[in-house]
């Protein structure tokens, strides 16, 4: 008798438990778009883990100053790079699975554009990048 109730409790708990781990995935899961909003002279924004590509491509472009072009990311990571000898001039950016590779990208993007001295302005990952 004694087994039994032991049993049947084991039984609820990782029932619950379960229960518990495949609901916080889809919470994460939920919460995995973000952007980057880039401008001239360093200006940028960014937003991430938002529920929607719509809502953190809003929030990024409220925080960017002047003119910007907003990039979204699901899952992924996104730098932004300006050349620290003319902040106004060439600047890059990228949007790649990992951080490190969104980093070495955004920055060969500036010295391509003629950036002397490239350097991160501003970078952000969701919640899977």
């Not at 391509?112 to 350097?119: F, I, L, R």
Request: with cysteine; charged share 20%; hydrophobic share 40%.
């Amino acid at each position: 008798m004694v087994t039994t109730v032991v049993a049947r409790r084991c039984a609820m708990f990782f029932f619950a438990l379960s229960v518990c781990v495949a609901g916080a995935r889809h919470i994460t899961e939920a919460h995995a778009a973000g952007a980057l909003a880039v401008g001239k002279c360093g200006a940028y924004g960014q937003a991430y883990d938002y529920g929607a590509e719509h809502e953190a491509r809003a929030a990024a472009q409220k925080q960017c100053k002047g003119e910007c072009t907003t990039v979204t990311m699901r899952r992924a990571c996104a730098a932004m790079s300006v050349d620290m000898t003319n902040p106004c001039g060439a600047y890059g950016y990228a949007v790649k699975p990992k951080i490190s590779a969104s980093l070495n990208a955004a920055t060969r993007e500036c010295y391509k554009y003629g950036g002397k001295e490239c350097v991160i302005r501003a970078w952000a990952c969701d919640a899977k990048g």
